[in-house]
């Protein structure tokens, strides 16, 4: 008999007692951890005028370079400006502790003697413990409670490559590609769960677990200078921008440049050039 006949009968019981118990533990599993991470989150410091004059500068200089090529400004006030922004650029006359010195090398600001940074860095290690403890927890639970109960015959076909991925934890070849083994469902909803913690806890939810671990700032090296709890030396920051913004000058342009003929050529009052 061909594998494609072979079929199983699924007790009812299996839906009431095992598919429905792992679906609704792990959707309160996301909800609770939620709302844990929540709590573990601490109220954000307040920055000093110092700080926040640093971070408006860069912000500043960053809208005006980005505007450049059809910028609302005219030119001298544009020129104006950019000088200005890049003579402080130059001076260091931006930076929260001051200029710096003569002579005197700006060291990187150190995560571990600021204790600003270390709570921040803690509080990311928080929340990744709450992440991953939890799924552990599951797996384990389903790994011995559940190990090789067939839960769910999915109701469309599917190729042989969704097997593994399906049935996981059932070692069979003449079993139909369509039965998902419980581990398989464990798995399913871990990943599939995001859109139903949207609709409950909102957008910018805790819920996915998935999409934190994948966030890991153990897992992403790249991505660590614009991690939170990650210090940013606005030194560097500033020469390059400073740069930049010598560049933006040479491709400037003002958005009323002949703004008069070009209105008067829209509505038919001056011929086409």
Avoid: C
């Avoid at 019981?13 to 573990?40: E, K």
């Avoid at 991690?227 to 491709?251: I, R, T």
């Amino acid at each position: 008999m061909p594998s494609s006949a072979v079929s199983l009968y699924l007790d009812p019981q299996i839906r009431d007692w095992v598919l429905f118990p792992i679906t609704v533990v792990m959707i309160l599993v996301g909800i609770l951890r939620h709302y844990v991470v929540s709590l573990l989150q601490s109220t954000p410091k307040k920055l000093s005028r110092a700080q926040l004059r640093e971070q408006r500068a860069l912000t500043r200089a960053q809208i005006l370079r980005a505007t450049a090529a059809n910028s609302p400004i005219p030119p001298t006030h544009y020129k104006a400006i950019s000088q200005s922004l890049i003579q402080a650029f130059s001076t260091g006359q931006y930076l929260k502790d001051g200029p710096p010195k003569e002579n005197e090398q700006v060291k990187p600001p150190n995560p571990l003697t600021d204790p600003g940074q270390m709570e921040g860095m803690m509080a990311g290690m928080k929340t990744q413990m709450v992440m991953m403890g939890p799924q552990m927890v599951l797996m384990g639970w389903i790994n011995f409670f559940f190990q090789g109960f067939v839960l769910i015959k999915l109701p469309f076909p599917l190729t042989l490559g969704f097997k593994s991925m399906l049935q996981r934890g059932i070692e069979t070849q003449d079993m139909d590609v369509r039965f998902v083994s419980s581990l398989s469902w464990y798995f399913l909803n871990f990943f599939g769960l995001n859109g139903l913690y949207r609709l409950i806890l909102g957008g910018d939810n805790a819920a996915d677990a998935s999409r934190d671990m994948a966030m890991s700032p153990f897992a992403n090296m790249a991505n660590q200078q614009a991690a939170p709890g990650q210090p940013q030396d606005f030194n560097k920051l500033f020469k390059a921008e400073k740069d930049n913004l010598e560049f933006s000058e040479g491709v400037y342009t003002w958005l009323g440049q002949d703004v008069e003929d070009r209105v008067l050529r829209k509505y038919g009052r001056l011929p086409s050039p």
